[in-house]
């Protein structure tokens, strides 16, 4: 272990953020949206015919996605930047992997590859790095095997795993213990290699990336909200036909340098071709809440998700408290609502963020450790996490240890743009995994080298 963590530190990548010295500004796009991405990438593997995808993120989370969708016998070309070919196999037609299959950093690559490989009769070995290994699996693994799959795990069901998928996989009918579009999407997959009706229901309304792609895709699914949670129904055995991919700008990547105009005075930003999934805006309600000049233009619909130009500019903001069925439609963006609530007037409370202490880190904790190494007084009541605002002064001068969390880092960065004192990360390698390009599209809005290596 001290061995490995040595290493990792010799191969850290630590940043530091200061202000800027004058507004960001001008029309940006942010990278391809993550869950989007992997979902064309898969549904493209299982379709006939050939699948054009355009506006594809290339962080490493995808590309890993990509490379293990051919080792299950799809073929997988890149055009050009973001322009991607997927020529699938059909529904039930992937072939059994040569070798183990690593996720890397990615939750969601992982838990979907699980459901995707759950309907074949194939053996494989799932992995993934250091972070991903520590992630719980049984979420998946639990109803999955309903479906007639097999699993092996580490303790407390962690990666790496064994599995075999089934040899008739059989259709479920599972209510979510908790919102999770993961989860859903895990066993939808699954059905989609069973005859019969898989049904699905969640307690919260979560992320329907996966719902929608199989309609794009031609598969029936339906949707019913019910006095038992929303109920979503496959039928099963479909045969998906190839259909082309538009990828929007990921709202989880927006949110960073949403929240980065502002607070920086002066500032205003144009974010172009931003999905603006209903299931995702979570945190863009948060803020008009409290205070953000924050609209929408061009809005339209690009392969059945709505997508628009979001445009936003510096002002106060004010604290607010924030319900818990909100959760499941900003999940991945409390530390950054966090830096915003830092710089508003008031003490905001962030509610039911249990899901957070199971992320690539635990979010919840961590994100305390961010506010607190930078002179932000917050703190930790139950599930729900309480950040006391200064009203727009944030000291900053402080380190922060990422614990290979990506989200938590690119945080602390913003952070240090409306700081009195430069904020330092101790390691952003793990950036590009979600957000390739991140430091430098935030360097270019700025006009200027706000974002730079530590020496």
Not at 109 to 134: E, K, M, N, W, Y
Not at 219 to 227: G, I, K, L, N, Y
Not at 403 to 408: E, S, V
Request: hydrophobic fraction near 45%.
């Amino acid at each position: 272990m001290a061995h490995a963590a040595a290493a990792h530190a010799a191969s850290a990548t630590p940043l530091r953020a200061s202000a800027p010295g004058g507004p960001l500004s001008g029309t940006h796009r942010v990278p391809g949206d993550k869950s989007i991405s992997h979902r064309a990438l898969m549904f493209g593997a299982l379709a006939i015919g050939t699948t054009e995808i355009t506006g594809l993120l290339e962080g490493e989370d995808v590309l890993r996605t990509a490379a293990v969708m051919r080792a299950l016998g799809a073929t997988v070309e890149q055009l050009g930047e973001g322009a991607w070919r997927v020529s699938g196999r059909g529904v039930g037609g992937l072939v059994e992997p040569a070798d183990v299959l690593d996720m890397g950093n990615s939750g969601t690559a992982a838990r979907l590859l699980c459901g995707l490989l759950a309907g074949h009769p194939i053996f494989a070995v799932i992995t993934g790095d250091a972070s991903l290994r520590q992630r719980p699996m049984l979420r998946v693994t639990v109803p999955l095997a309903a479906a007639g799959a097999s699993f092996w795990t580490r303790e407390g069901g962690r990666l790496p795993l064994a599995m075999r998928g089934a040899t008739e996989a059989m259709p479920l009918d599972y209510r979510l213990p908790v919102a999770s579009a993961q989860v859903k999407s895990a066993c939808l997959l699954a059905g989609l290699c069973a005859r019969g009706t898989t049904r699905v229901v969640e307690p919260e309304p979560t992320r329907d990336h996966t719902e929608n792609m199989l309609r794009h895709f031609g598969a029936t699914v339906r949707v019913t909200d019910t006095a038992e949670g929303r109920v979503i129904e496959l039928e099963g055995q479909p045969e998906l036909v190839a259909a082309p991919v538009m990828v929007p700008g990921d709202p989880s990547s927006a949110a960073f340098l949403l929240v980065a105009a502002l607070l920086v005075p002066g500032s205003r930003l144009t974010l172009a071709d931003v999905g603006l999934n209903p299931l995702r805006t979570g945190l863009f309600t948060t803020l008009r809440e409290m205070g953000a000049e924050l609209h929408v233009q061009n809005a339209r619909t690009e392969g059945g998700e709505p997508v628009g130009d979001l445009v936003v500019a510096h002002g106060p903001l004010r604290a607010v408290d924030v319900p818990p069925g909100r959760a499941p439609s900003m999940i991945d963006e409390y530390p950054i609502l966090a830096v915003a609530a830092a710089a508003a007037t008031g003490v905001t409370r962030m509610r039911g963020l249990a899901e957070l202490r199971v992320k690539e880190s635990d979010r919840l904790a961590a994100t305390v450790a961010m506010l607190a190494a930078n002179g932000i007084r917050a703190w930790i009541e139950g599930d729900d996490l309480l950040v006391h605002g200064t009203g727009g002064i944030i000291p900053g001068g402080g380190l922060v240890a990422t614990h290979m969390d990506h989200r938590l880092a690119m945080s602390a960065l913003i952070m240090g743009l409306a700081a009195q004192a430069p904020v330092a990360v101790d390691d952003a390698g793990f950036i590009e995994t979600s957000f390739p390009g991140f430091a430098a599209l935030v360097n270019r809005a700025a006009a200027a080298d706000a974002i730079m290596k530590l020496p």
